[in-house]
């Protein structure tokens, strides 16, 4: 058990709808990351949050969007869904926002988008 | 940009054989190298980590040493056992302006038999 928690563990959708994914992240972790893993793109790096700013920002759709709040928790918005964004979507979290601090993973949220 | 470049798997191995992973990297300035490890149905756990050129990192068997000259991490175990079968991921993190993110390779699946 890493200490990252996310919710909800499965999301089964249609396309066009909206979602909304959840991540806590280890005690006293700042950065919250997202990742969506899929067969075609494998693992790709979304974006990051260091103590509710954001710091990086990878190949994330505009249809995407995240935040993380006050309490450090993060949530990942995913709007006008595709069958494209069946994937797996895992939170990671870090102490600091540094290349050498490790990232650990939640058990992530398998979207299936219908 | 930043790349990570892994052997093709599936690799399968009998009980108590030798393993490799062969791992490459392009990147700019300094990054910090990981393997992680997904087994069936779950997350990415951190196997070991190296933060500077000929640092070695270790854990629970498994070696991997960061060669600067050769942009390499291989992984390696002298002995695997059956439990270690799983999908190994090589990675870099890179510092991008504040922010930070990892760049997987496509991963390695490992079969160990009896």
């Known amino acids: 058990d890493s200490g990252v928690t996310q919710t909800p563990k499965h999301l089964i959708t249609a396309t066009g709808q909206r979602v909304t994914l959840r991540c806590s992240p280890r005690?006293?972790?700042?950065?919250v990351y997202w990742y969506q893993q899929s067969l075609d793109q494998g693992l790709q790096f979304l974006i990051q949050y260091y103590n509710g700013e954001e710091r990086a920002k990878g190949n994330i759709l505009e249809r995407f969007s995240a935040q993380q709040f006050p309490d450090l928790h993060s949530e990942l918005n995913l709007s006008s869904l595709e069958l494209g964004d069946s994937a797996l979507y895992f939170c990671?979290?870090?102490?600091?926002?540094?290349?050498?601090?490790?990232?650990?993973f939640g058990p992530g949220t398998r979207l299936t988008v219908l | 940009g930043n790349s990570v470049t892994q052997m093709e798997g599936p690799v399968t191995l009998s009980e108590e054989a030798f393993l490799t992973i062969n791992c490459t990297y392009t990147a700019t300035g300094y990054p910090s190298l990981f393997w992680y490890v997904q087994y069936p149905g779950e997350g990415l756990q951190l196997l070991l980590k190296?933060?500077?050129?000929?640092d070695k990192g270790s854990n629970k068997g498994f070696e991997a040493t960061y060669r600067k000259e050769t942009t390499s991490f291989h992984l390696e175990k002298g002995s695997v056992q059956v439990s270690d079968s799983a999908v190994y991921f090589c990675?870099?993190?890179?510092?991008?302006?504040?922010?930070?993110?990892?760049?997987f390779g496509t991963g390695t699946q490992l079969k160990v038999e009896l």
């Open positions: 990675a870099l993190s890179g510092f991008t302006g504040g922010g930070n993110k990892l760049t």
């Open positions: 190296a933060t500077k050129a000929d």
């Open positions: 990671a979290s870090s102490v600091g926002s540094g290349s050498s601090n490790e990232q650990f």
């Open positions: 005690s006293g972790d700042l950065s």
